[in-house]
């Protein structure tokens, strides 16, 4: 029989519960081959592969920024909901790849899909961006504060790549996705969340340049302080332990057991990463999703993108118990957990 989640938080009394009424998502269509790669900088097929099971990744054109992705990956959302962009109360854009410095990047989406009365705003978080932005999303709509909350993981990482660092650039691709909050009665929704940082390793995954500490000028603009650095071995212990951790955490938040859980959904950044969660948490092979193989590490995007392939694929259904966690600079990771 089907476990009952526990009374969490996301349940408490005179709050609504928040359903994920709409997915969508959005990649562009030129593709990077591990082949193509080998041809830029000294590395293999066969290093990429075993190293990250990453063989291709998708490139966003010159002219197409974060915000043409999200508005794309928004407004598939938007169409299976049945809703229109009028109706939004609410955009939110977890990148960070934003557009421009400032506005953020949810306004241009809210001009491109012509969600008028939507209050707009760009979260902060790195790869763990989307999940947060659900967070906060459903802090709305459990208020009753908002009807309508759209919210997009959205990045385009190959514009600040290093595409002379072979360490970083076989990792990255671009992409959209998005997710559509919203009270539905009929299902609990989410019903487990938790979010956490830690800022004493912000110097192992970070853009040194174009903030106020170092705006990039004519002189240090070949320094490459405008592209991602990364210490990868010191990231991938970290996104283990604190990915296991969190999904750990909501399972105990909502009263399930591992068992219950239908489909876990993990933050696409490497496949050994990826299988190492999957293993120490004692959930079978075929109830991972995996898309890290066709995007690469998409940041803020990659959750959103496979929960829309899992959803669109039919792999999760109504009544699943959805576990996704993420992980990314900052340091920040984050896990929940949606009935479908
Ligand atoms: O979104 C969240 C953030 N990102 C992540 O979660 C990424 C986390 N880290 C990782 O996924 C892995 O650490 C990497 C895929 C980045 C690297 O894998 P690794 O098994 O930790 O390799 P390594 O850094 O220990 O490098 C091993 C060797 C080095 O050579 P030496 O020093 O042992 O001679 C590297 O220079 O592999 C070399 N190497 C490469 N060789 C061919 C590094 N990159 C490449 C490459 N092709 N692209």
Avoid at 130 to 153: K, P
């Amino acid at each position: 029989m089907k476990r009952q989640p526990r009374s969490s938080p996301c349940f408490a009394k005179g709050l609504r519960t928040t359903s994920i009424i709409g997915t969508g998502s959005y990649a562009p269509e030129k593709r990077l081959t591990n082949d193509d790669l080998s041809r830029m900088v000294d590395t293999s097929d066969e290093w990429i592969t075993t190293r990250t099971g990453i063989k291709e990744r998708r490139i966003a054109a010159k002219d197409e920024q974060t915000s043409d992705m999200a508005a794309k990956a928004a407004l598939r959302a938007l169409e299976q909901a049945n809703v229109k962009p009028e109706a939004l109360d609410l955009i939110l854009v977890a990148t960070a790849t934003p557009d421009m410095v400032f506005p953020a990047t949810a306004c241009f989406v809210q001009k491109k899909i012509g969600a008028k009365k939507a209050a707009c705003f760009d979260v902060s978080a790195a790869c763990a961006g989307f999940l947060f932005a659900v967070e906060i999303g459903q802090q709305f709509i459990s208020s009753r504060t908002y009807e309508y909350v759209m919210v997009i993981g959205a990045d385009k990482l190959t514009a600040i790549t290093n595409w002379t660092d072979r360490n970083t650039c076989v990792l990255f691709g671009d992409g959209a996705g998005a997710a559509l909050l919203a009270h539905r009665g009929d299902a609990h929704g989410v019903i487990s969340t938790y979010m956490a940082s830690d800022g004493k390793f912000s110097d192992i995954l970070f853009m040194p340049g174009g903030g106020t500490k170092t705006p990039i000028t004519r002189e240090n603009a070949h320094m490459n302080l405008h592209t991602i650095h990364m210490s990868g071995k010191e990231v991938y212990k970290q996104a283990v332990t604190a990915m296991l951790a969190a999904a750990k955490k909501t399972i105990e938040r909502a009263g399930l057991a591992v068992e219950d859980i239908a489909c876990i959904i993990p933050h696409q950044a490497n496949l050994r990463i990826i299988e190492a969660v999957g293993e120490r948490l004692g959930i079978p092979r075929e109830k991972v999703f995996v898309n890290v193989d066709r995007y690469g590490n998409t940041s803020a995007a990659a959750v959103a993108i496979a929960l829309d392939e899992a959803n669109r694929s039919g792999r999760i259904k109504k009544g699943d118990y959805v576990l996704m966690v993420v992980f990314g600079g900052g340091l920040t990771w984050a896990s929940t957990i949606v009935e479908w």
